[in-house]
């Protein structure tokens, strides 16, 4: 992967580069096995650190850990509610204000009777680790100017000297680009040009599913009878909002490859000398 080529490597929690928690078994870490997992594992997977986790647990924000001696242990409960809380802070709530939620929310419901709706709103859409680079391997493929674009548009964080971004894959993608010979700022307008679009197919997708089940479900006091279905109905979102994305594309890049780049050649044949002899 170019990502790799160029230094472009997963973030960890607290440990110091190259050294990721689950490459460090044997020489005296500890790590969980089945569904447990110790604080380090559980900030990876969600992409934070360490010390972020020990100041949600301080504030309230998730339940304390299981207990295995000194260990402390957490399960797919402390995933789930983490990667919520990282959702809202990344959308501007402040800690006092989550925690007023979370407080409120589990009034409501008991542990066991909100889980799956948690779990269904907090579950990650992206597959793929945060990856950190260096600003100077950012530039060195977009140029200087990208890097404030590509923060204001989500694309990457600025953390320090440097960058984070939530989808490499995305990022890759336009290095290639690169590679095969488009030019950087070319390459990076597309990029912003495709956040701005999906940006407003996701804004269509959900508002679906928050006007006609959402609204109707917290109208109607969140009726436990309901709970499993409406969770079931935003956790379908997902691959019915990427299959009908990705059908929708691919006609819409054929119809775009067959215009610009299928008439050019008929052109070009009806062109030909050969052609022109044949026809005379």
């Known amino acids: 992967m170019l990502l790799r080529e160029w230094g472009w490597g997963p973030t960890t929690s607290d440990e110091p580069p190259g050294e990721e928690p689950w490459a460090l078994a044997g020489i005296g870490v500890v790590v969980a096995t089945d569904d447990r997992m110790t604080i380090d594992e559980l900030a990876r997977r969600a992409g934070t650190t360490t010390r972020n986790v020990r100041v949600y647990q301080e504030r309230g924000l998730l339940p304390p850990p299981q207990r295995q001696g000194r260990l402390g242990l957490y399960g797919p409960e402390h995933l789930i509610r983490l990667q919520l809380v990282l959702r809202m802070l990344g ?72 960058l984070v971004t939530a989808i490499p894959r995305f990022l890759e993608v336009g290095a290639e680009l690169v590679d095969d010979g488009i030019p950087p700022a070319a390459a990076m307008e597309t990029a912003l040009e495709i956040m701005r679009t999906v ?82």
């Open 91 to 162: 959308r501007g709530y402040p800690l006092a204000a989550i925690r007023e939620l979370v407080e409120a929310w589990e009034g409501q419901r008991d542990l066991g009777n909100v889980l799956g709706l948690e779990e269904a709103i907090a579950a990650p859409y992206l597959s793929d680790a945060p990856v950190r680079l260096p600003r100077e391997a950012f530039t060195a493929v977009f140029g200087e100017d990208s890097v404030e674009r590509a923060i204001e548009a989500g694309m990457v964080e600025a953390d320090g000297d440097d």
């Open 199 to 280: 940006d407003h197919i996701a804004e269509v997708c959900v508002g679906m599913v928050d006007d006609h089940i959402w609204q109707t479900f917290v109208d109607t006091g969140m009726p436990a009878a309901e709970r499993d279905e409406v969770a079931a109905v935003i956790g379908r979102m997902r691959t019915r909002a990427e299959a009908a994305v990705v059908a929708a594309l691919a006609q819409a890049m054929q119809n775009k490859v067959d215009e610009t780049f299928t008439g050019t050649l008929q052109q070009l044949v009806a062109q030909s000398p050969r052609r022109r002899a044949a026809s005379s």
